[in-house]
């Protein structure tokens, strides 16, 4: 048999494979764990302390699924279902991504398209938890969240269309990949720079850091959106989160940063990226959630709209 | 000893609960384990926002009669297993407010409390004492 070429069964298990253990579930979920420590570690060392050791964070989830769950009242389907959700569209990425880059030519046109999407519903399932959980914070903290997506969503989507014109139209992360190897990177360039600059500070919202963390500030609103969670769906939300934070930066190194996809190079550019983000979120202070619109929808659009401009003059 | 009791002493998540009548200065010494010098972050120990996170019940201040009630709720959302730790000479018994009108009742009158930590205020020394014994009698060991 030819290699490269499956029979229909031997191809179904073939995507459950990649779905569940690598690069899916179980990789992705490592993965993101670790930068979860990684993101500790470096903020301790920022404020000048020692910092948990490497296995904390897996250590958390274990003890999170021992305890006890407490549903609130209100709707409960809703409230247990939803943090499934953000969990099953955030491996989804992770499974398209890391399929994009093993394979390049093997993915579907438009599958950059799905990503955005998909990119959404975890956001989306945080804001439906807490609405459910009755909690007056919760739906504080739920109408912030609904806020930042409107907020970053538009800066985002620019910044992916400047990527989208400058590989030649391709809807393909694998031929925008294969583009970046041929031609070099995009952040070389001076429109594909300032749209890698706009993309870090979306993911940054879309991770829920600081200085764009105030949907969950936990100094005023106690955890917000997730204060009514614990035990099992606590645990989905972060490993959720963890693998959000494996699948952004990787994101990002697809879109702009792909001319050398070596396992170390890409190790490296993952490490550099989760390291900047982690800086910028110690070293800022969190913003209100009107100066967020106005710096996402003002100074970050602008911006945008320039490497637009640019990139369609072919710089 | 399992693997969840293992997990839970290794990442105990404080809530804590400051119950009214206090001077506060056993708060600010409760902040000194986050620092750098003490920084307890390295035994998985973090303070979280929300009762229903929390592994542990910090308790500073002797009980007022109005948080009394509101403080046995507080222990009540919390997910068991769930620990609770008397801190300071008031929420141990009720300190110099001992003969107050307003501070009806001890803190172990009111919910079980695992470990005392005594003190006015508790050096962080004392408090990371208590923490270990507090983890000791979670693995059941004397």
């Not at chain 1, 990503?115 to 975890?122: A, S, T, W």
């Not at chain 1, 890698?196 to 764009?212: E, N, R, S, T």
């Not at chain 1, 035990?231 to 959720?240: D, S, Y």
């Not at chain 2, 979280?48 to 009980?63: C, F, I, M, P, Q």
Request: include cysteine.
């Amino acid at each position: 048999m030819v290699k490269g070429r499956f029979t229909a069964a031997e191809k179904e298990m073939k995507l459950l494979f990649n779905y569940i253990i690598f690069p899916g579930f179980l990789f992705s979920a490592v993965i993101g764990l670790i930068s979860g420590w990684v993101d500790r570690k470096v903020t301790a060392r920022v404020q000048w302390r020692v910092g948990p050791p490497w296995y904390q964070n897996f250590i958390d989830i274990i003890k999170l699924l021992g305890k006890e769950i407490i549903v609130p009242q209100g709707s409960k389907i809703t409230f247990l279902l939803s943090p499934l959700f953000g969990l099953l569209s955030a491996v989804l990425v992770a499974t398209i991504l890391g399929n994009a880059f093993i394979s390049p030519l093997e993915g579907f046109i438009g599958d950059i398209i799905v990503v955005l999407y998909l990119l959404v519903i975890p956001a989306i399932s945080i804001i439906i938890g807490a609405f459910s959980s009755r909690n007056c914070l919760a739906s504080v903290g739920a109408s912030r969240e609904m806020k930042l997506i409107l907020a970053y969503e538009l800066p985002f989507i620019l910044a992916i269309i400047v990527v989208l014109i400058k590989s030649a139209g391709a809807l393909q992360i694998g031929s925008i990949i294969n583009y970046q190897i041929n031609f070099g990177s995009h952040l070389s360039s001076p429109s594909g720079a300032l749209a890698f600059i706009v993309a870090m500070l979306c993911i940054q919202a879309k991770l829920d850091f600081v200085p764009f963390d105030m949907s969950e500030a936990e100094q005023e609103i106690m955890g917000g959106t997730l204060i009514e969670y614990s035990g099992l769906p606590l645990a989905i939300f972060k490993l959720t989160k963890a693998i959000l934070l494996y699948t952004l930066p990787l994101l990002l190194i697809s879109l702009f940063w792909a001319n050398e996809i070596g396992v170390w190079a890409l190790i490296g550019k993952y490490i550099l990226l989760l390291v900047i983000i982690v800086l910028v979120k110690n070293t800022n202070p969190r913003m209100r959630i009107d100066q967020t619109i106005k710096f996402f929808w003002g100074p970050v659009t602008v911006v945008v709209t320039i490497a637009l401009i640019l990139a369609l003059f072919g710089l | 000893m399992g693997l969840k009791t293992k997990a839970l002493t290794k990442s105990l998540w404080v809530f804590h609960l400051c119950a009214g009548g206090s001077c506060n200065n056993c708060d600010i010494e409760i902040l000194d384990l986050l620092t750098p010098r003490f920084d307890v972050e390295r035994f998985g120990i973090v303070l979280v926002g929300s009762a229903r996170h929390a592994d542990v019940l910090l308790v500073t201040g002797s009980l007022t009669r109005k948080a009394a009630p509101r403080a046995r709720r507080v222990y009540e959302q919390m997910p068991k297993p769930g620990l609770v730790v008397a801190c300071g000479a008031c929420a141990l018994g009720r300190g110099i407010f001992n003969e107050g009108y307003n501070t009806p009742c001890r803190l172990d009158e009111l919910m079980p409390v695992d470990v005392y930590i005594p003190g006015c205020p508790p050096k962080p020394e004392a408090m990371i004492a208590g923490i270990a014994k507090l983890i000791n009698k979670v693995k059941g060991q004397k």
